[in-house]
C-alpha cells in the first residue's frame, strides 16, 4: 500500500482512536509500561494521544505522526496535561532527529504499518542517548495457532481496510535490529507484546 494511501487511512480513523484514551481495551498495558517514560521523550506514529495519561508532568515530549487528523486530535488532547508537547507531522520512516537526542523513546502500536521496521528501530538505536530506554506496546502474531493462523489469513484484508498487518513477529523484527531488549511480557494469547529495550 502507498504512503498516502495508509495516510488516509489513519486520517479517518483519528475520531475513533481519541475515544480510546481512558477506556480502551490496551489502558492497562499502556499504563504498565509508558509510565517509565522519563526525561525527553520521543513518541512514534502518536496517532490521538492515546499514552498521555501515563506520562509524569516533568518529561518533555516529542511527538511524530504522519497524518494530519491524528496530530490535530493529539494537539488538542495535549492541553489536559502538564507536560511540554511538540507535535511534528512526518513520517518515522523518514524522520531525522541528531543522536543521542532522547532519553525515552515510545512505540504504540505502530510497527504494525511499517515496510521497514527493522530499519525504524535502528533509527532508534540512533535516536536514543546509550543510557536511555525505548518503551514498546505492538501487537503480532499470536503464540496461539488456531489464533495465528486467522491473523495469517486475514492479513491481506487487514492491511486493506485499516492499514496494518496482523501477523508480524514482534520479538524476531526487535531482535534483527540493534536494540538489546531487557524484558518481553506477552499478553491476550500471546498476540500483545511489551517490550523494554535499550540501545
Given at each position: ?21 481512558k477506556n480502551g481495551q490496551a ?152 536494540l538489546k531488549i531487557n524484558r ?16
Open positions: 500500500m502507498d504512503r498516502q494511501s495508509l495516510i488516509k487511512k489513519f486520517d479517518k480513523q483519528a475520531k475513533k482512536y481519541d475515544k480510546r484514551r489502558y492497562k498495558f499502556r499504563r504498565r509500561i509508558f509510565q517509565e517514560a522519563n526525561g525527553k521523550v520521543l513518541e512514534v506514529a502518536i496517532g490521538s494521544g492515546l499514552n498521555f495519561p501515563f506520562y509524569n508532568r516533568e518529561i518533555e515530549l516529542t511527538g511524530l505522526d504522519f497524518s494530519h487528523e491524528m496530530l490535530k486530535t493529539a494537539q488538542n488532547a495535549a492541553k489536559n496535561y502538564p507536560f511540554k508537547t511538540t507535535l511534528i507531522q512526518t513520517d518515522v520512516e523518514t524522520a531525522e532527529f541528531n543522536e543521542n537526542s532522547f532519553d525515552t523513546i515510545i512505540s504504540s502500536a505502530s510497527l504494525c504499518a511499517y515496510q521497514e521496521p527493522v530499519n525504524v528501530l535502528n533509527s532508534f538505536q540512533k535516536w536514543c542517548k546509550p543510557e536511555g530506554k525505548i518503551l514498546m506496546m505492538e501487537h503480532g502474531i499470536s503464540a496461539n495457532k488456531p489464533l495465528a493462523w486467522l491473523q495469517k489469513s486475514l492479513d491481506p484484508l487487514a492491511l486493506k481496510v485499516v492499514g496494518c498487518h496482523q501477523n508480524r513477529n514482534i520479538s524476531e523484527i526487535v531482535k534483527k535490529s540493534y518481553e511480557e506477552r499478553y491476550l494469547a500471546g498476540y500483545l507484546y511489551l517490550i523494554w529495550a535499550k540501545p
